[in-house]
C-alpha cells in the first residue's frame, strides 16, 4: 500500500491540457454540425453518406481513417492517453466501414468471425502501440 503511485492528471498537464481541450473543441463542433446537417435534411444526409463531396463512396471512410491517424498522432505527442484511444477507434470504425464497402463476405476467410475480429485487433494493437510510445 505504500509506494503505489496513483494517476490523477487523466487530462496531463500545461500543454497536454490545452490539446485536449482543443482537440474535445474541435470534436464538439463537428459533432453538432453533423447532427445539425442529418436532423434538418435526413434524406441529404442519406445521400452524403453515399458521395461525399461528388467521391466515390469510399472517400468519407478514408476521410476518417486519416482524421484517426492525426488524432492518434497527436495523442502519441501528449501525457493523455485518450487522444490516442479516440484516433484507433476511428481507424478501427474506417477499416470496418472499408470492409462493408468491398464486401464484408470477401474478408471471412473461411471463419465468419475474421470480418468482426479486424477492425477490433486494430484496435488493440493500435492502442498497445500507443501505450508504449507514449510520453
Not at 492518434?72 to 474506417?94: Q, Y
Not at 463476405?105 to 484496435?123: C, D, H, N, W
Request: no cysteine; aromatic share 14%; charged share 15%.
Amino acid at each position: 500500500m505504500g509506494d503505489e503511485v496513483v494517476e490523477r492528471e487523466f487530462m496531463g498537464k500545461g500543454r497536454s491540457k490545452v490539446w485536449t481541450y482543443l482537440i474535445l473543441m474541435v470534436l464538439l463542433v463537428t459533432i453538432v454540425v453533423v447532427v445539425n446537417l442529418v436532423w434538418k435534411n435526413p434524406t441529404a444526409a442519406s445521400e452524403g453518406m453515399k458521395s461525399f463531396f461528388g467521391l466515390p463512396s469510399w472517400a468519407l471512410a478514408t476521410v476518417v481513417f486519416l482524421v484517426g491517424a492525426v488524432v492518434f498522432w497527436l495523442g502519441l505527442k501528449m501525457e493523455t492517453d485518450w487522444p490516442e484511444a479516440m484516433g484507433a477507434f476511428l481507424i478501427a470504425g474506417a477499416v470496418a466501414w472499408l470492409e462493408l464497402i468491398v464486401g464484408w463476405s470477401k474478408f471471412e476467410l473461411g471463419l465468419v468471425v475474421v470480418p468482426y475480429l479486424i477492425p477490433i485487433a486494430v484496435f488493440a494493437i493500435l492502442l498497445m502501440y500507443g501505450m508504449k510510445k507514449s510520453v
